[in-house]
T-cell receptor
């Protein structure tokens, strides 16, 4: 059974710091992995999607890596800003053809302090 | 701008009452989903629909019902059979064959 874990549950850093959020999964047979951002009381916004054949994806100050063999993905945020404060969730897709097979982590709540 | 609109933002349910959450999208997406989010738990899939007039149960469909009469709309009814309905409900969509999920802003349902 696939399980997705995000550690730490909460993180507080000063503005400008580079930081890494972690996502671990127990079954390496994944189709893809997505990182999302959720602001308090709001919906989720997709940040990056990494296919199983890829090693990393980049968007602006964000870089997500995937290591299937170790069951781990990291989301790197460069030069963090107070506007980056949010909860970051990762989700693993188990198979092709059906988006419902997403297994979600509980998220890491990030606070970037001015 | 295209997107997903959920309404209302806050909803209160009385004992024994059915309530309906609205989800409308103008992204021309074929697939739509309903998720439930509870503190300390990952998102859980309630129902999903890949095409008009067709939908399938997710992992926690008991006590919920949906319809998909139009491509743009996928309302969720929380029935009186759902004994623990307090949660944040999220609607999402994807284009046909797509993998990127687009979410609405959510509805917080509470019990009076």
């Amino acid at each position: 059974k696939q399980e997705v874990t995000q550690i730490p549950a909460a993180l507080s850093v000063p503005e400008g710091e580079n930081l890494v959020l972690n996502c671990s999964f127990t079954d390496s047979a994944i189709y893809n992995l997505q990182w999302f951002r959720q602001d308090p009381g709001k919906g989720l916004t997709s940040l990056l999607l990494i296919q199983s054949s890829q090693r990393e994806q980049t968007s602006g100050r964000l870089n997500a890596s995937l290591d299937k063999s170790s069951g781990r993905s990291t989301l790197y945020i460069a030069a963090s800003q107070p506007g980056d404060s949010a909860t970051y969730l990762c989700a693993v897709r188990r198979g092709a053809g059906n988006n419902r097979k997403l297994i979600w982590g509980l998220g890491t709540s990030l606070a970037v302090n001015p | 701008d295209g997107g997903i609109t959920q309404s209302p933002k806050y909803l209160f349910r009385k004992e024994g009452q059915n309530v309906t959450l609205s989800c409308e999208q103008n992204l021309n997406h074929d697939a739509m989903y309903w998720y439930r989010q509870d503190p300390g738990q990952g998102l859980r899939l309630i129902y999903y629909s890949q095409i008009v007039n067709d939908f399938q149960k997710g992992d926690i469909a008991e006590g919920y019902s949906v319809s998909r009469e139009k491509k743009e709309s996928f309302p969720l009814t929380v029935t009186s059979a759902q004994k623990n309905p307090t949660a944040f409900y999220l609607c999402a969509s994807t284009r046909q064959g797509g993998e990127k999920l687009f979410f609405g802003s959510g509805t917080q349902l509470s019990v009076l």
